[in-house]
């Protein structure tokens, strides 16, 4: 699909109600004829551009695929997906693909979204190099695409949308420092990592922005680090091995993701311990748990904000705007001090 055709879909409503507007005003006061025929075509008007066919037209038809609802990140991808639609910013053709984690689902339906001429495609690849031939298939027709939560290996993206791993990293350590600083005044203070899935990008980057605050600050030392795996199993085993070896040394724990926090927490309560202990996303569970600790937190990603942001980028591409190559989405700090206000927002 063209630019000019996206364009033109854009100005259609615009230029009806122009066109409208100068008939309207062509005429002339006098024995009140052409007052009611002014009258008339403003009556017309009125018909025309309030008719819900017209403001359709001037809607962009979108397509939103993303790896898997199991994942509560992307529901809320879906419910904010689903709300564009009802606010008026994307077409109600507009469709949401779940893959189901399947590689070849997904393909298929970008295949689908391109073969029934969507305006823009938005895709969160399951892997960076499965849908290359699917978004080069998308480039040939000429179908913006913009790559959200997760990056694409090749092919054509305007934009790439996301959080900033590496400052989300940064920022909930900084967290957990200030929780240990509040809890206890030492001059140093011990703490642990509980990393993700080894060789994941995510991994590495929310690694590097830990590894960031420790070397930036003078009072924080890294007692260990270890795979979670993500997991709150895994991170339940972990944090058991550490309180086994380093017990009363542990000064506070920064988790790569909330599911590993969850974990860390059944191994502190079974060991009558009670450290600060700091995550990243903003899920339901571990975010419910700061009612009964103050020394608990997060980074929440937003992924409703990812998905207005996609749709506006997008936008703005096909009227010919310039647009950055990746627009980073800022992660929400979320403390027991703003956590219910945080749940009944998104959850």
């Not at 077409?91 to 949401?96: H, L, P, R």
Request: with cysteine; net charge negative.
């Amino acid at each position: 699909m063209s630019e000019n055709v996206h364009r033109r879909r854009f100005l259609q409503a615009s230029a009806i109600s122009g066109a409208t507007l100068l008939a309207g005003c062509s005429g002339q006061s006098g024995d009140g004829t052409e007052s009611q025929q002014e009258s008339e075509s403003e009556s017309e008007s009125e018909t025309e551009t309030s008719s819900p066919s017209m403001d359709e037209s001037a809607l962009p038809t979108a397509a939103l695929s993303i790896p898997s609802l199991e994942f509560t990140f992307f529901a809320r991808m879906e419910n904010a997906f689903n709300q564009a639609i009802s606010d008026g910013l994307i077409a109600e053709e507009s469709t949401f693909y779940d893959s189901g984690n399947s590689q070849s689902a997904q393909i298929s339906d970008v295949e689908t979204a391109v073969s029934n001429d969507v305006d823009f495609l938005i895709i969160s690849a399951i892997t960076a190099e499965g849908v290359i031939n699917a978004i080069e298939e998308a480039n040939a027709a000429e179908i913006p695409v913009i790559a959200i939560d997760r990056n694409v290996a090749a092919g054509e993206t305007v934009t790439y949308v996301a959080s900033d791993n590496v400052r989300l990293g940064e920022r909930s350590t900084e967290l957990c420092l200030e929780f240990m600083q509040e809890q206890s005044d030492a001059e140093s203070y011990n703490i642990l990592q509980l990393e993700g899935t080894p060789g994941a990008s995510v991994t590495n980057d929310r690694g590097q922005g830990f590894q960031n605050v420790v070397n930036d600050s003078d009072n924080l030392t890294r007692l260990a680090s270890q795979t979670g795996e993500f997991s709150t199993q895994q991170g339940l085993s972990v944090m058991e091995d550490f309180i086994t070896q380093y017990g009363d040394e542990i000064d506070g724990v920064f988790c790569q993701n909330d599911l590993m926090g969850l974990g860390v927490h059944q191994a502190l309560q079974n060991s009558n311990l009670d450290v600060p202990v700091t995550g990243i996303d903003g899920t339901e569970a571990w975010v419910n748990r700061f009612s009964d600790n103050e020394f608990y937190g997060t980074i929440a990603q937003l992924p409703e904000k990812m998905v207005t942001e996609s749709i506006s980028q997008a936008k703005a591409h096909m009227a010919g705007e310039d647009v950055d190559d990746t627009i980073p989405i800022e992660g929400l700090r979320v403390t027991q001090e703003n956590g219910g206000d945080y749940l009944d927002q998104y959850f």
